[in-house]
C-alpha cells in the first residue's frame, strides 16, 4: 500500500531483458536499452542524463529500472502538482497506460507502459461531478485548478457560488451572478 514497482522499457515499449517482473509488478516506464538503436541515431537507446562523472558535468546515456522509476515518479508528481491523489493518479495510470503484452494486466508490465498526458486528460475528464438536485444545481470539484463550483440550472437563480483555494489553503467563496439580467 502507497508503493508501487516499475518495470523498465525500451523505445519501443517492448519491455527490457533487465527489467523487474512479477506479480508486484505496477507499470513500467522508460528505462533504455544498450543492446539497440531503434532510431538509429548512432546511439545506443539509452535515457540520457546530466549527471557528473570524473568530477565534472555532462550528458550520458544509462539504462536500468533505475531510469524508469524516475519517470514514474516524476509523472506522479506533476500529476499531484495538478492537486490530484496518489490514489487518483494510479486509477488513472491504471486505466490509460499503453497495454503491452497481454490484455491487462501481466507479469511484464504491470498495467502498461505509463502515459502521462492520457492520465491528464483522464483525471480533468472525471473530474467529480455532484448532482444535489437535478432540477436545481450541481456541484463541481476541479482539483487541479483547486476549485469547487456550484451550478445553478434554474434560470430564475440570482446567483452561483464560486469557491477556490487561497494561498493559505482554506477555500475561499464568493457569490457571483448567474443569470445576466440579475447582474
Excluded at 129 to 134: G, K
Aim: hydrophobic share 35%.
Amino acid at each position: 500500500e502507497g508503493v508501487i514497482a516499475v518495470g523498465s522499457v525500451g523505445l519501443d515499449n517492448i519491455v527490457t531483458g533487465y527489467s523487474n517482473k512479477g506479480p508486484e509488478l505496477d507499470f513500467t516506464a522508460p528505462g533504455g536499452d544498450f543492446n539497440d538503436d531503434i532510431n538509429q541515431d548512432g546511439y545506443s537507446d539509452g535515457v540520457l542524463q546530466e549527471t557528473i562523472s570524473a568530477g565534472a558535468f555532462n550528458y550520458y546515456f544509462f539504462e536500468g529500472t533505475s531510469m524508469a522509476t524516475p519517470h514514474a515518479a516524476g509523472a506522479y508528481a506533476a500529476l499531484m502538482s495538478s492537486g490530484y491523489t496518489a490514489s487518483e493518479i494510479t486509477d488513472a495510470f491504471v486505466n490509460t497506460s499503453l497495454d503491452m503484452g497481454n490484455s491487462g494486466w501481466d507479469k511484464d508490465y504491470g498495467f502498461g507502459v505509463i502515459q502521462l498526458k492520457d492520465a491528464l486528460d483522464y483525471l480533468d475528464a472525471n473530474a467529480v461531478i455532484l448532482p444535489l438536485d437535478l432540477d436545481a444545481f450541481e456541484v463541481r470539484y476541479q482539483p487541479r485548478h483547486n476549485k469547487i463550483e456550484v451550478h445553478h440550472y434554474n434560470p430564475d437563480a440570482v446567483s452561483s457560488i464560486l469557491c477556490t483555494t487561497g494561498a493559505d489553503g482554506q477555500y475561499h467563496c464568493v457569490e457571483r451572478p448567474s443569470n445576466p439580467n440579475y447582474a
